[in-house]
């Protein structure tokens, strides 16, 4: 089965906010998914602050503080799916609460020998 990876952007949580309060409901979505076999793993990502960007250019190895775009959504966590559609994959995401004030990009995760193949 293919497995796709849910990047879950959302504004940057507030310091002063409860970061967990809507904990019951990410429950809720991660439980479902572990009970129909779909869930590979997931996790909440720290702050944008603790980000850093790596590049190489001409061999000398640039890293920069902070995530790579300026934008008002960040990256916050992830989820890895084993599913069996691009469909169920997508319907998975729309669960997630990220998905009502943010965004949950679906992208398939290739295996390496079919990117090695141009697959």
């Known amino acids: 089965m293919p497995e796709y990876m849910l990047l879950l952007h959302a504004s940057p949580p507030d310091p002063q906010a409860d970061r967990w309060e809507q904990l019951p409901l990410w429950q809720e979505v991660t439980d479902t998914l572990r009970d129909a076999g779909l869930l590979v793993a997931n996790g909440p990502l720290d702050t944008p602050e603790t980000a850093r960007t790596v590049r190489v250019r001409d061999g000398e190895t640039l890293v920069?503080?902070?995530?790579?775009?300026?934008?008002?959504e960040v990256l916050v966590g992830y989820y890895v799916l084993d599913c069996p559609s691009l469909d169920e994959a997508i319907a998975a995401a729309a669960r997630m609460p990220t998905a009502a004030s943010g965004t949950v990009e679906v992208r398939a995760i290739l295996d390496a020998t079919s990117a090695a193949a141009g697959r």
Do not use: E, L
Not at 64 to 72: C, S
């Open 64 to 72: 920069t503080d902070g995530p790579y775009a300026v934008t008002k």
